[in-house]
């Protein structure tokens, strides 16, 4: 019996030291795994005053996440089921999943100017590549009513000051050759865009590819214009295509450094619809170095 009672103890012990050697083993792994998760920052762009609760599939005990427009979070890891990526986010104590259409990632590294604007043309702003949320040009100035559509004459439209002139040189120089060319936007904050935005997904769906993420569009530049003429009355359409005013545009807005950011043959470039009417001013120096690169994106 004694003999029994021994071989049990011995047994209960070697079972005891291989579980720690087990345990250690493990403890090595989970440590060398934390140490592997990339910690990213990024932001809910849920429009601003619109808390939502149970975003995602949520993972905590406490049942109540409320999300804002800029909040921040941690991402531990992302995982891809169908066509969505889900990034596993933890906010406080709690641990929770968002698909990547409520996602924006925070850029790496931005130039800043000694007035914390980054330098016209230099920006990186796409479908894969965000604008910081919370950055805004300092040098933002409101374009005269003059300039604008008839739909947007009772609305404040800003732009930064070097694209608002050049913005007006084309609109005069169009003038003086008997074409009408009005601005519809220009300027548009993140938490504008974000409700741009989820109004487009409630319309068209998680994949719908005509608004950007809040931080990736180049309205949040000052340094873009939605254009229009008053040949058409349907607002931002691709009517506008068979204008007068846009084949004036063709022909000399890059004298004036101003691109059209998604023309029709670039889709796939891009990531964006053809959009005739969205004109973004790069800077003079662009033209001079890629002149005949970007004379043929115009002309496509
Ligand atoms: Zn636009």
Known sequence: ??????????????????QVIGKSGNQKSIKSLLYAET?????????????????????????KILLKFGDSVTVKDESLHGSITWYHCSLDNFSFYLPDVFVVKEPESIRYDENG????GEEVVNMWTALPIHYKPDDLIRVGAKYLAESSKNRAIFLR??????????????????????????????????????????????????VAKPGHSEH???????????????GLTSDFEYTRAFQWLKDNIHYYGIYLSYPKYKTDITGYEYEPWH????????????????????RR
């Open 117 to 120: 604007n980054i330098q016209i």
């Open 220 to 234: 949040h530049l000052g340094t873009t214009c939605d254009l229009t003429s008053d040949e058409i009355s349907t």
């Open 279 to 298: 004109f973004r001013y790069w800077g003079n120096d662009r033209w001079e170095s890629d002149r005949w690169f970007y004379r043929s994106f115009i």
């Open 161 to 210: 000051e070097k694209a608002a002139s050049q913005f007006m040189l084309l609109i005069d120089a169009a003038e003086k050759d008997g074409i009408n060319i009005r601005i519809v936007s220009a300027y548009r904050d993140p938490g504008y865009q974000s409700y741009l935005y989820e109004d487009a997904i409630k319309r068209k769906g998680f994949f719908q590819s005509t």
């Open 39 to 63: 910690l990213t920052v990024v932001r809910f762009i849920l429009p601003e005053g619109h808390p939502y609760k149970n975003i995602g599939l949520f993972s905590g005990i406490n049942n």
């Open 1 to 18: 019996m004694k003999k029994q009672i021994l071989l049990i103890v011995l047994f209960t012990c070697l079972l005891l030291s291989l």
